[in-house]
């Protein structure tokens, strides 16, 4: 499998995106990656490492999508960019899938105008790979590329996290919820009710039925159904109560003198691993499912190890074809 | 000034609900309580304790409202439940304000049939007072009660929740957030959009603009406008990261052995506080926004602490006549 890498548009970039990139190379001999980006940039740092040289191309390219760009102005003008030349050697067959941590507007657009969208689908969604209570993982369609959602998309979310669970997590008939108000049934917004009706008909999914926000992150479903916007505020807002409960505690260890501090040295190693455990670098970020090709989005703030982890996770969905998968499941 | 104190519905109903209402009677003399519920239950309560009997009552009533039961169905049917009875005597006159764990639809519903809707309001709202990292709270207006807002309803809600916090936390100018999915003006599906124009354009209240979810209890404003299925989703969401983190947290010393049983040991003070401050017992649960007359609702697990807040605070709404600020803001 051949991994384009947009080595451009997050934090750490380029250095932590060709780190990652090499350490990727590590997990399997069939990976190769072409690095695109700034060609001196990116050799500056490949200068200081050993690699496996047939491994390891680069696209060179000028420009850079940044997180204050406009989406849609950016693909259309930047097209000297690492995101645009890396989505058009993609679209061309030169790669069998792409990881970007680029601003996620841009590749939305850029996925969904380059690359084009899966047969069947209406729209791309942007899927964060969640982690969970019970050590497994809960993807969310949508998590904010559909601000607005017909009911009809509903259903094909259903569709495409089946097909990503299925093919990326080995889960035969993976447990599908729709995000709601309440687990009864009659439940809901206009939206949610007539996607109760809809996902219960639907061929091809195991539809649980509904699931509260509550039970967004205790594994009780594989596939999290939900309107873009609704599943970003709940994102968030889950998001937002682990910073506001860290930083509390490391308040409360400052405040609390010699006793505290000390409990808290003896109980870092469990506090880092819950830290590592529910942020994205486990993880390796979202996946964009519904385009014709594999699209992943590392986050912003990646470091080399969740750079790896998309790279593989990208090449995974390639070896499996998630897009064919689902472009499957929705003719059933 | 007197509060109806529902003495059933919650879990730990009705004990709970009568020690928190001789607590509360503690905080200030000018308080008295009307007890409403199973008087034989309630007076086996009171018989253990010593209490001013000039200000206490009973409104004797033999059903209780579950949340099982449907609200519309209970409000129509359950005419001699201790909450359907407390509505009607507060309705009358018969006190200032009513506290109740009971369930919360059947509240919504009975609230808006028996009190009655505020001059100049549509839809009565379900909002919670939140806890945030800043030592501050910040109210959601909508937390639930409406899953389908017209876009004037969240022009409302910024009127209630303003109305609430200059009363109740005393802010001259409560900072109203509009919540989002971007923090940009032009940030939205189409309901925030249109509700971005309208609020920019809302006499007497100040509008800080669009609040990302991850910012829901980080204390940036004062009042959080959200249709109530996106607030509930957002606000679910937040507790469940709050909950799965601590059972991690908990695994993660059970597992962790001796060194992490004595951190946890040495940590647990400082932990207690967090949990206690981001739970709802310090806060004294929601309150009803739009309706004739102060209603607040305690959470179902209140214990004797949360249901004396929840009485201290509707008193408070009551002393400062929330009820006609709102309907005041409404007419500017």
Chains 1, 2 share one sequence.
Do not use: W
């Amino acid at each position: 499998m051949k991994i384009i890498v947009d080595c451009h548009g997050g934090d750490f970039c380029p250095r932590e995106a060709v780190v990652g990139a090499l350490v990727a190379l590590d997990s399997s001999k069939s990976l190769s990656v072409i690095l695109a980006g700034r060609k001196d940039e990116i050799e500056a740092v490949l200068a200081e490492r050993k690699y496996d040289l047939s491994r390891v191309e680069i696209l060179d390219a000028s420009e850079i999508i940044t997180n204050d760009d406009s989406p849609s102005l950016a693909i259309r003008r930047k097209k000297d960019s690492s995101t645009v030349k890396g989505l058009r050697l993609l679209k061309d067959g030169g790669a069998d899938g792409m990881v970007s941590s680029a601003n996620t507007g841009a590749l939305l657009i850029g996925g969904t105008l380059i690359l084009g969208l899966g047969a069947g689908v209406t729209r791309a969604a942007m899927c964060p790979v969640m982690p969970t209570l019970t050590d497994t993982h809960t993807i969310l369609v949508d998590g904010g590329a559909n601000v607005d959602c017909k009911v009809e998309q509903l259903r094909e979310f259903a569709v495409m996290g089946t097909a990503y669970m299925r093919e990326l997590h080995g889960i035969k008939s993976p447990k599908t919820g729709l995000l709601n108000n309440g687990a009864e049934s009659e439940k809901g917004n206009a939206q949610t009710k007539a996607a109760h009706a809809l996902l219960s008909e639907t061929d091809g999914i195991n539809f649980i039925g509904n699931v509260e926000a509550k039970d967004f992150l205790t594994g009780v479903c594989d596939v999290l159904v939900t309107d873009g916007f609704v599943g970003n505020a709940a994102m968030k807002a889950s998001e937002g109560m682990g910073s506001v409960l860290f930083s509390l505690i490391k308040n409360g260890i400052m405040a609390g003198g010699l006793r505290a501090k000390l409990g808290y040295l003896l109980l870092k190693p469990v506090l880092r691993d819950i830290k590592h455990k529910m942020s994205g670098d486990a993880v390796g970020g979202a996946v964009f499912l519904g385009l014709n090709k594999v699209l992943v989005k590392a986050h912003g703030a990646s470091k080399a190890t969740a750079f790896s982890n998309a790279i593989i996770k990208a090449a995974d969905m390639a070896e499996r074809d998630v897009p064919a998968k689902i472009a499957q499941g929705l003719a059933l």
